[in-house]
């Protein structure tokens, strides 16, 4: 019989042990917060304020490859002139960079690691 009242005294109670398991779930939060969400809104505001500071004379990259020179701005959209004469509207979220910076990306050697 003493057994049994040993066995009852030695179970946690029910709040720790409801504790002790959301604890892993917080912990993993937390890294997918450092390791992913994080970075991804520091990259997000990042270009938001690239977009922000595009003016006309500046020449863009878009999202689907196409090189042009800034004619026109709106708040929503650029009007980019990609050949002589030949000038197309784009979104203004699909410029992703400027030529130099890719013109940069492009010829810089490859790290090997």
Known sequence: MTGIAYAQGAAASP???????FLPLILIFGVF????????QKKAKQHQQ???ELKKGA?????????????GL?????????????RIKVNRGSIITTAEAAEKQATAPAKKG
């Open 50 to 52: 690239f977009l922000n």
């Open 74 to 86: 709106t708040d929503s959209t650029v009007t980019m002139e990609i050949a002589d004469g030949v």
């Open 15 to 21: 709040a720790a042990s409801g504790m002790a398991s």
């Open 33 to 40: 917060y450092f390791l992913l969400i994080r970075p991804q």
């Open 59 to 71: 020449k863009v990259l878009t999202g689907g490859g196409i090189h042009g020179k800034i004619t």
